[in-house]
């Protein structure tokens, strides 16, 4: 029942990239991002809870969609990694 | 006066007296073993004056003159001088003589959010929960100096900054001695350390104070730099604000059954009694305009934050004994470089709610606060997100604009084009300052660019006064070393000779700020980045030629400068440094941008040091 609005929307694919490597993932516009870094995490062989997804310099929060944030079909989420700093 | 020293004398036995000498002032030790070695003989002083208040003061304590046996009694002339009412006000004063106001602190987990202050008699230190000593305080804790603390401390006085202390309890002493608070188990053993800002006391008392903690702890020091405990304090305090307020918006929430609006919510939360609210009120600072916006919440985060609840205040954090001492460590270390646990993401904290981009300080990152910790890029943008330039000056807020922290690292890694649409939704142009924080090799350090429109201005002829031409020999090419991505060679300040003989730097002179981009980059460990500068120079000017379609030739360079700053004494306090420096700096951009310009001299502090010695013997001579 409720699924029918949802599947009338179209998908999107998003490019998540780390380090230079390319990951396609396609998605509906509300789809939380919490599966879609779970996803990303996988294919890149890292832990979940490894990356730092940020979405034009905005970092990307789990209980975020597509949706919310106005991502187009073929936009790029880049992946980082925690970054620490004390000294050299 | 005279009505408080006599008390005193009263009340202290004389051997603590001999001991402290400067503890009522001279006129106390004049009076006191004339009236104390009465005291014992003479029960008719109180009589004297026929007033029951009296007769309370003198029962207590019958001091066993040991010390005054051979002087001859005097008959004090004390009584005769006071007046009843003067006496009836010493009578509350007794009890807690020399006082200090405290700005804020924490013992272990619990915060002492103020009203709080602390008074020190004998060999005690009480710290209680009013402004000033009263009897109706609701919490009190009382610390048995000598025998509990192993470790003091302090900072020297100095009326421009906050004054702190830290203590250390003995390990063993935290189950008997410790404050009467519920605790989690595993988090009781961070009780063991207090740290109090006490603002800016007034310098006797201050001084009194520290003469008095002095002899009482063995192992002490002096807190050198006082700011990076400052820094922690407020990034610890806006943690525990924000969660407090969050929990708070919870408890409401949990309270209606649904969410609600705002006005409603707060309604509510004055109805509300129960005890879960009650609990947190202790905890709460009364300050609400620090109130961020709070949305809903669901329910699985709900649980997350009442198991934070002990946690909250994150205190062991507070530590700053562990961030002024590279060399101690703390056994929480190896809980902090520990593996992370299964639930380590879990989201403890989302700042500010409800906007995108906005961040989430998850469990993981609550151990990046402990002593001797790096700070991680979650704390980084949660640090600086929350600073005042954000909330008191809307006008500064726009001009300045905060690139995440993973900006500068993708802009390292790959291209321009990677971070071409960061700036999509704004003109980055429009903006007065753009704040970089860079992390390289498990270092944080802060890049400014200032009036980046300048860019986009054609290209003036250098001032013939502060610019040679590079071909002149000078540091700058070992500087350059670093295998520069760009072919353009960096535009570096390079000093005549002539400028070198000058005093270093002139802040006299009304710095002539060139309408030009600048690049400056702030570094706690002293360190130059020229390539840093190059970097943005060249992603300023593609961005201009992106956006603004002009021809890359006619776009003006951005001039990089190292800014001189503090050091560092450790090796893990520059995230803590950052955002000190971030702050300082927005204080007044204007004016922090000059200094950094009118500075001639790139001098290192040691150099710097050395050449104003030498000036000054040559100024002798």
Redo the contacts between chains.
């Keep these: 029942m409720s699924q029918e609005p949802e599947d009338v929307k179209p998908k999107i694919n998003l490019k998540v990239v780390y380090d230079g490597e390319e990951v396609q993932i396609k998605v509906k516009p509300n789809t939380k991002f919490a599966k879609i870094f779970a996803a990303a995490e996988q294919r890149f062989g890292k832990e979940s809870g490894t990356f730092k997804f940020v979405y034009e310099g905005k970092r990307i929060g789990k209980e975020d969609t597509p949706g919310d944030l106005d991502i187009e079909d073929g936009d790029q989420i880049d992946c980082f990694l925690e970054q620490l700093g004390g000294w050299q | 006066m005279t009505t408080r020293t006599v008390a005193l004398a009263l009340h202290d036995p004389p051997l603590t007296q001999s001991k402290k000498p400067r503890l009522g002032g001279s006129d106390s030790s004049k009076k006191a073993p004339g009236f104390t070695s009465n005291n014992a003989k003479l029960g008719n002083v109180p009589t004297q004056l026929d007033d029951d208040e009296i007769v309370e003061i003198s029962a207590p304590n019958k001091p066993k003159d040991r010390f005054h046996k051979g002087i001859i009694p005097v008959v004090p002339q004390w009584p005769v001088q006071l007046d009843d009412d003067e006496i009836v006000r010493v009578v509350p004063a007794l009890k807690t003589k020399r006082f200090l106001a405290i700005k804020d602190g924490y013992i272990g987990s619990f915060r002492l959010s103020p009203p709080y202050h602390l008074a020190w008699e004998e060999r005690n230190l009480t710290l209680h929960s009013t402004e000033r000593p009263c009897p109706t305080a609701k919490h009190t804790d009382r610390i048995f100096v000598a025998a509990e603390i192993a470790k003091f401390k302090y900072t020297e006085f100095d009326d421009t900054s906050d004054m702190i202390f830290v203590l250390k309890r003995y390990p063993m002493q935290h189950a008997k001695g410790g404050p009467r608070f519920m605790l989690r188990p595993e988090v009781s053993r961070d009780k063991g350390i207090i740290v109090v800002n006490l603002g800016r006391p007034p310098r006797t008392q201050y001084e009194e104070f520290i003469a008095w903690m002095k002899p009482l702890v063995k192992r002490r020091s002096v807190i050198q730099q006082v700011f990076v405990c400052l820094e922690k304090f407020q990034l610890l305090n806006r943690v525990s604000d924000s969660a407090v307020n969050v929990i708070r918006n919870m408890v409401e929430m949990r309270g209606t059954g649904k969410t609600k609006g705002r006005s409603t919510a707060t309604r509510k939360e004055e109805e509300e009694s129960d005890d879960e609210l009650g609990k947190w009120n202790n905890h709460i600072a009364t300050d609400k305009s620090l109130k961020p916006p709070v949305q809903e919440q669901?329910s699985r985060q709900h649980s997350s934050f009442m198991e934070f609840d002990a946690k909250l205040c994150v205190p062991n954090s507070a530590d700053p004994d562990a961030v002024l001492n590279a060399d101690s460590k703390i056994e929480l270390d190896s809980a902090a470089q520990s593996a992370?646990d299964s639930n380590?993401?879990e989201?403890i904290l989302?700042y500010p709610t409800g906007q995108?981009?906005?961040?989430?300080i998850?469990k993981?990152d609550m151990i990046?606060l402990r002593p001797n910790?790096?700070?991680?890029?979650?704390l980084?943008?949660f640090g600086y997100g929350c600073t005042g330039l954000y909330k008191d000056n809307t006008e500064l807020a726009k001009q300045i604009h905060v690139?995440?922290?993973?900006?500068y690292?993708?802009l390292n890694?790959?291209s321009y084009a990677?971070?071409a649409?960061?700036?999509?939704?704004f003109d980055l142009f429009e903006k007065k300052y753009i704040i970089v924080p860079i992390?390289e090799?498990?270092?944080?350090y802060l890049a400014i660019i200032c009036y980046p429109e300048h860019v986009l201005k054609p290209e003036l002829p250098p001032p013939p006064s502060t610019k040679v031409s590079p071909s002149t020999p000078s540091n700058t090419n070992t500087r350059s070393n670093l295998n520069l991505p760009s072919d353009e060679p960096m535009e570096v300040e390079v000093i005549s000779p002539a400028l070198m003989e000058r005093v270093p730097f002139d802040t006299s002179n009304e710095p002539q700020v060139q309408p030009r981009a600048y690049i400056f980059t702030l570094d706690s460990?002293g360190l130059e980045h020229p390539r840093a500068g190059v970097l943005l120079d060249n992603y300023l000017r593609q961005e201009a030629s992106e956006k603004k379609n002009m021809h890359k030739d006619r776009l003006n360079k951005a001039t990089y400068k190292p800014a001189l700053v503090p050091h560092q004494p450790?090796?893990?306090?520059?995230?803590l440094y950052?955002l000190h420096l971030v702050e300082t700096f927005f204080s007044d951009p204007h004016k922090y941008a000059n200094i950094v310009l009118s500075r001639k001299n790139p001098y290192a502090a040691a150099d710097r040091a050395r050449r104003l010695a030498s000036g000054r013997n040559r100024g002798d001579a």
């Design positions: 669901n992370p380590s993401d989201v989302v995108i981009g906005a961040v989430n998850t993981g990046r910790a790096f700070l991680n890029d979650t980084i943008e690139f995440s922290s993973f900006f690292h993708k890694q790959q990677s971070v649409k960061w700036t999509s939704k992390n090799n498990l270092h944080w460990l450790n090796f893990c306090d520059c995230g950052l």
